[in-house]
């Protein structure tokens, strides 16, 4: 049998509360939820989908671990198992004919909270930031959005979920960092 | 190393937000990493109902169910790029599998509200349970030829779940609709 609850903690493995919540444990359950769920919407908000629409990817991505606990073959790479299931969800979600897409000149967007960046930055040069995040390549906006997820995902995790070599991210962070500042410079006027 | 390294990478959580207010080209990485950390939970912040619901998913844990997964969705069928309006008529056909046992269904939008329209083969059961995470499941009858029907459904993810008659309970795979 496996540990009890009070045996799992903030900082154990995902291999330990894996096998925790396989066997019944909600609190290694919630623990996992803590440390997932930011990077998980950070994935989903890539993707152009309402607010609704991106929760709705996230939470069935934690169905679909519920679903799987018994069936984990690697949990050490947790973070890799549930962002490929969140983007495939959320390619689901783009092509639903149900929902508005991009070029759906008629549709309305269902009018369930700000898009991202809309809620209003009271600073300036924030705002600046922001609104370059948004405009960054794809490969930078992701390996960025990846980074302020709270808690961040280990650089391992990232190599893993981006499908990068472990040596290239801290290059490849500086030379997207540094092009979020010039973008951000001109854009915002600041220095 | 995985999973537990927040506070050991740079720019982690852990570490206070510094540097606002001052030069971009003076700001380090790691500085602005936290800022912009900060500035996304104040600009498109995580809904606190969705930790929730990702907490209440737990509880929906059927260890004793066959998963039917999803074999087929027409929407990922459906061409990605299209110019096309939103009618009442948009359906989209879902086929689970659990070994023999086969549901199909589909599922048409009626504003807010899912219509499902069904049929379970390759076993027989007297009702068919769909349930919306966080709403409790609403049973519909199996009629001949394993046909069923269940109207006004909110959306969200979605599971249907039957008790087949060999006594096998089958649960689809959470799709969201």
């Known amino acids: ?3 009890p609850s009070w045996l799992v903690v903030d900082d154990s493995s995902n291999g330990e509360l894996v096998a925790a919540a396989a066997a019944g444990d909600q609190k290694a359950w919630d ?3 803590d440390r997932f769920t930011s990077l998980l919407w950070n994935i989903a908000r890539q993707y152009r989908l309402s607010p609704a629409d991106a929760a709705d990817v996230v939470q069935t991505t934690w169905l679909r671990l519920v679903e799987n606990l018994d069936r984990i073959a690697d949990p050490e790479r947790l973070a890799g198992w549930l962002s490929t299931t969140a983007r495939r969800e959320c390619l ?3 092509r639903r004919p149900d929902l508005p897409r991009p070029g759906d000149d008629f549709a309305v967007i269902p009018d369930d909270g700000p898009a991202p960046g809309e809620r209003l930055l009271r600073d300036e040069q924030d705002a600046a930031l922001w609104s370059a995040l948004a405009r960054l390549g794809e490969a930078c906006q992701r390996l ?7 808690p961040p995902p280990s650089y391992a995790e990232v190599a893993i979920i981006l499908d990068m070599k472990l040596g290239s991210i801290g290059p490849t962070r500086q030379r997207c960092l540094n092009q979020l500042r010039k973008l951000a410079s001109v854009d915002g006027g600041l220095t | 190393m995985t999973g537990q390294a927040a506070s050991s990478v740079p720019g982690g959580a852990g ?7 001052g030069r971009l080209s003076e700001l380090a990485d790691d500085d602005l990493i936290r800022r912009l950390r ?4 104040e600009a498109d912040p995580v809904p606190d109902s969705l930790y929730a619901a990702a907490r209440a998913a737990f509880a929906l844990r059927d260890i004793d169910a066959r998963i039917a997964e999803l074999v087929r969705d ?5 061409p990605l790029v299209a110019v096309r309006a939103v009618t009442e008529s948009d359906a989209r056909m879902l086929s689970f599998e659990a070994s023999d046992t086969v549901i199909e269904c589909e599922v048409t939008a009626r504003g807010g509200t899912r219509d499902i329209v069904g049929q379970l083969t390759g076993g027989t059961a007297a009702w068919v349970a769909a349930e919306v995470a966080g ?3 609403v049973r519909a009858d199996v009629q001949a030829h394993g046909f069923f029907a269940v109207r006004g459904l909110p959306s969200g993810p979605l599971r249907l779940k039957c008790l087949l008659a060999d006594g096998v309970t089958v649960a689809t795979s959470w799709t969201p609709v």
Do not use: K
């Not at chain 2, 027409?74 to 459906?78: L, R, W, Y």
């Open chain 1, 31 to 33: 623990v996992l939820v």
């Open chain 2, 74 to 78: 027409s929407a990922m069928d459906a």
């Open chain 1, 92 to 94: 689901r979600a783009s």
């Open chain 2, 15 to 21: 570490a206070p937000d510094g540097g606002d207010g």
């Open chain 2, 38 to 41: 900060r500035i996304a939970a």
């Open chain 2, 135 to 137: 709403r409790p499941p």
């Open chain 1, 144 to 150: 960025i959005r990846l980074l302020i997820s709270d």
């Open chain 1, 1 to 3: 049998m496996l540990g």
